[in-house]
């Protein structure tokens, strides 16, 4: 295809690789994302990740950059994003100072070639992140969070790896970031973007991956509580709930529990500290009832 | 190899999956970069370039099964030599004969039907997955009577076997080891725990017994005759009226996500709303603050107001189901309305506005409404004539002009008297009157249905089969 393809040495060398990286720093991935991230290295290609709040999905940029010793550079969105807050602006104050500066010496030219050169240029993320020359990864947090409109912005960047400034030309990527793209699915995102990007949904973990975050994540955690608290959240979840637990909220009861001293959940105990896996008053009460936590006999 | 991908992506947008030219080379390029033998890499590379919605993503893996089933080593049809099952096998033979001194050896096949459940409910009670899957292709083996060439669906098959194995009464004997263990009772919280492991273990050997069937069938018939028998519509093209048990449970899952992103949408549309007129006394007050030099003309943004609901449904057997949907959605973004109020009917009709106002768990409600309400006058069966004067009669003096009514149902009268003159009457004291049927238009105005009559009446009849249509139905409303 015509894009600008770099040569660039792939970061690599097997899934395993990412996978056992991606623990070393403490972020269990499964085999379906740990193989999205080697693709996305290999292909030269954005990834957009997809779920349910609170399911690491930001973590996972931190963590390969984190991985990788790369800086990450971030692009919160949100409603009203626009051109000069995600890809660069023109410092006007300085180039008022600089046609102030030495009013009747220089011809217009000069004057207009030299304020809008680099120097009076601000990056931002997006232009920072494809001319940086040290390695960098790129998240682009909660897309979905920006209008239809504004989606476009994106397309050149993810995929030629180029912004064009009309006054200075086409800017084209010194190296190839990994670029990450984050939604919370609150829109369906444009048939374009979705195109450009490899496309991961990360969904709660299974019992046994939840586990083992918790037993990562939670310091001083005795194997047999860890194990209890994914079967209960594992159960939680199967149930009808306006908001099921997050693997960030598992975390923080895990915490909780431990703090408290507590190394068996009893029924009353789960009952009690139910408030910190759920957050509505009728999910903490069909919780309740259905996991038999209410006290009988 | 080349060939199979081009057929698999076929397949896939035959399955109704909008998979781009762009799309389809990413997806030969990414299969080039990961060892071709490792099936799992080989299905997320497929994955993470063709599928961008989870939801398409059940329609994926079935495709996936059928035109990979019979790749990899793990997935051989044939056995050949001894497999681990084999010499587990043995070795619980082994030890049977030391305790009752008897025993057959040889491979699984020998197995008698006691022994054969005895080794299931082992592999279940531990948890063991590469027996489990052993045992899910001994069971098809020895169950399921397949034969080449006959032409009967997986579904048949999966019903021979699991009837069987008998599933059901293994999850109790499974449990009451459970009990046995911590010597006699658990708590209701141990035992809701254990009994969803070991459901959820008896799910993954249906699953596993399942694609074993699959893999024979592919066998036996080819990959693309089998991929044309699974093709199931996607969750959004799901009719209403023909959903089976697992369908509706899906249609369910889907709504949430949708209705989150329906009501995201419509509070966006209100707010970014086109600018209004000139607001000029917020222009004057804001000049102050450039020494009273109007820098920074205000605009009055519109506001419109939110329409009032009251929704009308049949909810007789066979539209009940939309009714539901229906009913879900318009509550799930009630904050979109300004009041919401909710009638249902058979014969008889009574409000349920209630039901939704005292519980936040909209489930519960419809629950409420489907076993509480009381809409059954003379005998059970549909009478929108009945239905409308009574809705006429008791609330009609509260629709006014900022009210929009939406009658839902299939109109299949049972050639009772119509009585369309109650919608008539509606939509004169209504902003709009609508009417949203789930029967497919080419049946409107056949047999007892009379839409055409009330439709006559109303701003518009939709039809919203399936929750896509109803989707756009319903972003339009608000």
Same mark, same amino acid.
Request: aromatic fraction near 8%.
């Given at each position: 295809? &015509?894009?600008?393809?770099?040569?660039?040495?792939?970061?690599?060398?097997?899934?395993?690789?990412?996978?056992?990286?991606?623990?070393?720093?403490?972020?269990?991935?499964?085999? !379906?994302?740990? &193989?999205?991230?080697?693709?996305?290295?290999?292909?030269?290609?954005?990834?957009?990740?997809?779920?349910?709040?609170?399911? !690491?999905?930001?973590?996972?940029?931190?963590?390969?950059?984190?991985?990788?010793?790369?800086?990450?550079?971030?692009?919160?969105?949100?409603? !009203?994003?626009?051109?000069?807050?995600?890809?660069?602006?023109?410092?006007?104050?300085?180039?008022?100072?600089?046609?102030?500066?030495?009013?009747?010496?220089?011809?217009?030219?000069?004057?207009?070639?030299?304020?809008?050169?680099?120097?009076?240029?601000?990056?931002?993320?997006?232009?920072?992140? $494809?001319?940086?020359?040290?390695?960098?990864?790129?998240?682009?947090?909660?897309?979905?969070?920006?209008?239809?409109?504004?989606?476009?912005?994106?397309?050149?960047?993810?995929?030629?790896?180029?912004?064009?400034?009309?006054?200075? !030309?086409?800017?084209?990527?010194?190296?190839?970031?990994?670029?990450?793209?984050?939604?919370?699915?609150?829109?369906?995102?444009?048939?374009?973007?979705?195109?450009?990007?490899?496309?991961?949904?990360?969904?709660?973990?299974?019992?046994?991956?939840?586990?083992?975050?918790?037993?990562?994540?939670?310091?001083?955690?005795?194997?047999?509580?860890?194990?209890?608290?994914?079967? $209960?959240?594992?159960?939680?979840?199967?149930?009808?709930?306006?908001?099921?637990?997050?693997?960030?909220?598992?975390?923080?009861?895990?915490?909780?529990?431990?703090?408290? &001293? $507590?190394?068996?959940?009893?029924?009353?105990?789960?009952?009690?500290?139910?408030?910190?896996?759920?957050?509505?008053?009728?999910?903490?009460?069909?919780?309740?009832?259905?996991?038999?936590?209410?006290?009988?006999? | 190899?080349?060939? %199979?991908?081009?057929?698999?992506?076929?397949?896939?947008?035959?399955?109704?999956?909008?998979?781009?030219?762009?799309?389809?080379?990413?997806?030969?390029?990414?299969?080039?970069?990961?060892?071709? @033998?490792?099936?799992?890499?080989?299905?997320?590379?497929?994955?993470?370039?063709?599928?961008? /919605?989870? /939801?398409?993503?059940?329609?994926?893996?079935?495709?996936? @099964?059928?035109?990979?089933?019979?790749?990899?080593?793990?997935?051989?049809?044939?056995?050949?030599?001894?497999?681990?099952?084999?010499?587990?096998?043995?070795?619980?033979?082994?030890?049977?004969?030391?305790?009752?001194?008897?025993?057959?050896?040889?491979?699984?096949?020998?197995?008698?039907?006691?022994?054969?459940?005895?080794?299931?409910?082992?592999?279940?009670?531990?948890?063991?997955?590469?027996?489990?899957?052993?045992?899910?292709?001994?069971?098809?083996?020895?169950?399921?009577?397949?034969?080449?060439?006959?032409?009967?669906?997986?579904?048949?098959?999966?019903?021979?076997? %699991?009837?069987?194995?008998?599933?059901?009464?293994?999850?109790?004997?499974?449990?009451?080891?459970?009990?046995?263990?911590?010597?006699?009772?658990?708590?209701?919280?141990?035992?809701?725990?254990?009994?969803?492991?070991?459901?959820?273990?008896?799910?993954?050997?249906?699953?596993?017994?399942?694609?074993?069937?699959?893999?024979?069938?592919?066998?036996?018939?080819?990959?693309?005759?089998?991929?044309? *028998?699974?093709?199931?519509?996607?969750?959004?093209?799901?009719?209403?009226?023909?959903?089976?048990?697992?369908?509706?449970?899906?249609?369910?899952?889907?709504?949430?996500?949708?209705?989150?992103?329906?009501?995201?949408?419509?509070?966006?549309?209100?707010?970014?709303?086109?600018?209004?007129?000139?607001?000029?006394?917020?222009?004057?007050?804001?000049?102050?603050?450039?020494?009273?030099?109007?820098?920074?003309?205000?605009?009055?943004?519109?506001?419109?107001?939110?329409?009032?609901?009251?929704?009308?449904?049949?909810? /007789?057997?066979?539209?009940?189901?939309?009714?539901?949907?229906?009913?879900?959605?318009?509550?799930?973004?009630?904050?979109?309305?300004?009041?919401?109020?909710?009638?249902?009917?058979?014969?008889?009709?009574?409000?349920?506005?209630?039901?939704?106002?005292?519980?936040?768990?909209?489930?519960?409600?419809?629950?409420?409404?489907? *076993? @509480?309400?009381?809409?059954?006058?003379?005998?059970?069966?549909?009478?929108?004539?009945?239905?409308?004067?009574?809705?006429?009669?008791?609330?009609?003096?509260?629709?006014?002009?900022?009210?929009?009514?939406?009658?839902?149902?299939?109109?299949?009268?049972?050639?009772?008297? /119509?009585?369309?003159?109650?919608?008539?009457?509606?939509?004169?004291?209504?902003?709009?009157?609508?009417?949203?049927?789930? @029967?497919?238009?080419?049946?409107?105005?056949?047999?007892?249905?009379?839409?055409?009559?009330?439709?006559?009446?109303?701003?518009?009849?939709?039809?919203?089969?399936?929750?896509?249509?109803?989707?756009?139905?319903?972003?339009?409303?608000?």
């Amino acid at each position: 295809m &015509g894009m600008a393809q770099l040569d660039q040495a792939p970061r690599f060398d097997s899934v395993q690789q990412v996978r056992d990286g991606l623990r070393s720093v403490n972020y269990l991935a499964d085999d !379906g994302i740990a &193989g999205v991230v080697y693709l996305a290295d290999r292909l030269q290609k954005p990834v957009l990740v997809e779920g349910p709040a609170g399911t !690491g999905k930001t973590q996972l940029a931190k963590s390969v950059a984190e991985q990788l010793g790369a800086r990450l550079i971030r692009l919160q969105c949100y409603e !009203g994003l626009d051109e000069s807050k995600a890809l660069y602006e023109w410092n006007y104050k300085k180039q008022l100072l600089r046609i102030q500066a030495d009013r009747n010496s220089d011809s217009w030219s000069d004057v207009s070639d030299d304020i809008f050169s680099d120097e009076f240029l601000l990056t931002r993320p997006l232009l920072e992140a $494809i001319s940086a020359p040290d390695p960098v990864v790129l998240l682009i947090d909660e897309v979905d969070r920006v209008e239809v409109e504004t989606e476009a912005l994106l397309l050149e960047i993810l995929s030629e790896y180029q912004v064009s400034i009309p006054e200075l !030309g086409t800017i084209t990527a010194k190296q190839i970031p990994l670029v990450f793209l984050t939604s919370n699915n609150t829109r369906e995102l444009s048939e374009a973007l979705k195109r450009r990007c490899l496309f991961l949904h990360v969904d709660y973990p299974d019992m046994e991956r939840e586990k083992q975050i918790v037993l990562t994540k939670v310091p001083d955690i005795t194997e047999n509580l860890a194990d209890q608290i994914a079967r $209960i959240v594992r159960s939680i979840r199967q149930l009808e709930l306006k908001k099921a637990p997050s693997v960030s909220e598992t975390i923080d009861w895990a915490r909780t529990l431990v703090l408290l &001293g $507590i190394d068996h959940i009893e029924a009353q105990q789960a009952k009690e500290t139910l408030h910190i896996l759920l957050k509505y008053q009728t999910d903490i009460a069909k919780a309740a009832k259905e996991l038999s936590m209410e006290a009988k006999k | 190899m080349l060939d %199979l991908l081009n057929g698999f992506v076929a397949e896939l947008r035959n399955a109704g999956l909008p998979v781009s030219l762009t799309e389809n080379l990413d997806a030969m390029e990414a299969v080039k970069q990961i060892p071709i @033998e490792d099936r799992d890499a080989f299905k997320y590379a497929l994955g993470a370039t063709l599928v961008k /919605s989870n /939801s398409h993503w059940r329609a994926f893996e079935t495709v996936f @099964e059928v035109y990979f089933s019979l790749r990899g080593p793990h997935y051989s049809l044939l056995e050949d030599g001894t497999t681990d099952a084999d010499e587990m096998w043995r070795e619980m033979q082994e030890q049977n004969r030391q305790g009752e001194g008897k025993g057959s050896g040889g491979g699984m096949d020998s197995l008698t039907p006691e022994e054969l459940a005895m080794m299931l409910y082992q592999a279940l009670l531990n948890g063991d997955q590469a027996m489990m899957r052993a045992l899910a292709k001994q069971s098809v083996q020895r169950f399921a009577g397949m034969e080449p060439g006959r032409p009967v669906g997986g579904t048949y098959y999966l019903y021979r076997t %699991l009837r069987n194995l008998d599933l059901d009464s293994m999850l109790e004997k499974l449990m009451e080891a459970s009990r046995q263990e911590v010597g006699g009772e658990l708590t209701g919280l141990e035992e809701r725990l254990e009994k969803d492991e070991y459901d959820s273990r008896i799910e993954q050997f249906k699953a596993e017994i399942e694609s074993e069937i699959r893999r024979r069938l592919v066998a036996d018939r080819g990959a693309e005759a089998m991929a044309k *028998t699974l093709r199931k519509p996607l969750p959004e093209d799901v009719e209403f009226m023909h959903a089976s048990r697992d369908e509706m449970i899906n249609l369910r899952k889907a709504l949430q996500p949708l209705t989150r992103k329906l009501a995201a949408r419509l509070a966006r549309k209100r707010r970014h709303g086109r600018k209004g007129p000139l607001d000029f006394r917020s222009t004057v007050r804001h000049s102050l603050s450039y020494g009273g030099v109007p820098a920074e003309p205000k605009f009055k943004y519109p506001r419109p107001a939110k329409p009032e609901l009251m929704v009308v449904a049949d909810i /007789s057997g066979s539209v009940a189901a939309f009714a539901r949907f229906t009913l879900m959605l318009v509550y799930a973004i009630q904050g979109q309305f300004s009041k919401v109020r909710s009638f249902v009917f058979i014969d008889g009709l009574d409000e349920v506005t209630e039901y939704f106002k005292t519980t936040e768990d909209i489930q519960e409600a419809i629950h409420r409404v489907n *076993t @509480e309400a009381d809409v059954v006058w003379v005998d059970g069966h549909s009478d929108y004539g009945h239905a409308f004067e009574v809705f006429w009669e008791k609330y009609g003096r509260d629709v006014g002009p900022k009210t929009t009514v939406l009658l839902l149902g299939d109109a299949r009268n049972n050639y009772h008297a /119509s009585q369309s003159w109650v919608v008539k009457e509606i939509r004169q004291k209504a902003r709009h009157v609508y009417w949203l049927n789930p @029967e497919p238009k080419s049946y409107w105005n056949t047999g007892d249905s009379i839409v055409g009559d009330y439709g006559a009446h109303t701003d518009g009849v939709y039809e919203c089969r399936n929750l896509r249509q109803l989707e756009g139905f319903v972003e339009k409303l608000a």
